[in-house]
C-alpha cells in the first residue's frame, strides 16, 4: 500500500473517504461534497442507521455532482475522543471498506476537528499509519487467485491542510510499520521455509540498516555450556542457532548499556517425545512468534534510526521427536550452571529462554530485559485473545510495558509472581524442573525463567501465545500474524530508553 500526502480537494477519480462525528456532524470536506452532490451524503445518513459512532462507514456509489467513483462516510466518534489511536482505526477501517471495492485510488480527508486531543498533522499521519497496517496481506502461496478476489485498492492520498508536517511525521510511524511486516511475514512462513539457519539469514538481512548481527551455531553453543538450549534441538535434523542483534543508536549515553529484548524461536513445535495432538499442530509453526517480533522490533528501531542502545537476542530450535531427541526425565545443565529436570518435552520454551538469557547478561549487562514468546496455553485459557500476559520483577518496568500497550492498542495484563508458586518447580533430583504441573501454568512458566535473571536486572516476560496469530481482522490487523509486540515495544523504547 502506497501513502501520500497532499493539499485537500475533492479528487478527480477514485474513492472519497470523509468523516463524520458522532450525532451526524459533517467535518468540513463532508460538507463540501455533500453540497457538491445537492445533499446527497445528509439524505443518505437521514435514510440509514449511521450515525458518526466510532468506524461506522456508509457507503454511497457514483453520487452525482462529484468525479469520485463513490463516497465513504466513516464516523469519527466524539473529537475529544479521537486519538492516534482512533485515527490508525479509521485508516483501517476505511482500507478494509474499498479494498475490494474495484477501486485503487482513494483520498481520506482529515479535517481539522474542535477539542481532538492530537493536531492535525498527527492525526493525518495516524490515518496513514493505519490505512498501511490494515493494507498488509500475505499472498506468496495463493498461485490461482481469482482477480475478483485480490484487493484492488494500492494507493492512499491523505488529504490535509498540514500535508507537509503529517508526511515528516508519517515517516518513522513506516518504519515501524516495515518491522510489523517483516514480523508478520515470518511468523506467516511455513516450516519448511523458515528454520533455524534460514531465521537467522532473515536476521542477518538486518546489516543493512545497520545493525550488528552474531550467529551462534551449535558448536559455539555447545562450548558455551547452553545445555538446556542444545537440549530441545538434539531431536532435529535442522541445528540451532542463537541470534544477537545489536542497534547502536545513542553511542554518546552516560549509560551505554543496552536494553534487551529476547524472543523464543521455536521454529516448529511437535511437543517432541512429549507429543502435541495432531489437531492444530501446523500452528506451531508460528511458535516461533517472540523471536519474529524481536526481528521486527530491531527492523523499526534501526529503520526510523532510535536513540537507543538496544540488544535482540533469540533463540532458534526446531522441537522434534526422534531417535536422538530429549526424553522426559533427562537431566539438563543450562549455561548458568543450574540444572533442569525435564519433565515435559513439550514445555520447551523456556529451556530455550533460559540460556538465551544467561548469554545475553554476561555479555551484555542489560539495563532491562524484556522477552516474547508463545509460551503456554494455560495463558490463552487465563486471557483469552485479548491481552498478553505480563510478568515481571520490577513494577516500574511493567507500568511502562502497561502504559505503552494501552496507547499503541497492544494490551498486556500482568500476573503474579510469588515464593509459593515457585515451589511447585522444585525437582526431587536437580535444581528444578521445566513444568509445575496444571496448576497455574503460565505463572510457573514465568517462575522458571526468573531463576535465570541475575539480581539487580529489571526483568519483563510477556507470553504471547493468544495474540500472535488472529482467525480475525481487526481495524488494523488482517487476520493471520498480527505482528503483536513491535509496536508496543517500539513505543516503550520511544517513551522510556531514547534520549
Known sequence: MKISFAAPRLPRSGALAVGVHDGGELAATAAEADEATGGALSRAIGSSRFGGKSNQTLVLNAPPGVAASRVVLVGLGKAGDFDARAAQSVGGTIVSTLEKSGDSAATIAVDAADGAPIPPAATAANVGFGALLRGYRFDKYRTKEKPDDKPSLNRISVATPAHARARSEFRPLAEVAEGVFLTRDLVSEPANVIFPASLAERARSLTELGITVEVLDEKRMAKLGMGALLGVAQGSANAPRLVTMRWN????????????????????????????????????????????????????????KARVNAVGMIGLVENMPSATAQRPGDVVTSMSGQTVEVINTDAEGRLVLCDAFWYCQEKYRPRAIVDLATLTGAIIISLGHENAGLFANDDTLADRLIAAGGAVGEPVWRMPLGDAYDRQIDSDIADMKNVGGRDAGSITAAQFLQRFIKEGTPWAHLDIAGVTWSKKSSATVPKGGTGFGVRLLDRLVRDHYEG
Open 249 to 304: 543508536g545513542a553511542p554518546r549515553a552516560k549509560d551505554k548499556r543496552p536494553v534487551a529484548f529476547v524472543g523464543k524461536g521455536v521454529t516448529f513445535d511437535t511437543g517432541g517425545i512429549s507429543i502435541k495432538p495432531s489437531g492444530g499442530m501446523e500452528d506451531m509453526k508460528w511458535d516461533m512468534g517472540g523471536a519474529g517480533v524481536v526481528i521486527g522490533l530491531m527492523r523499526a528501531l534501526a529503520g526510523r
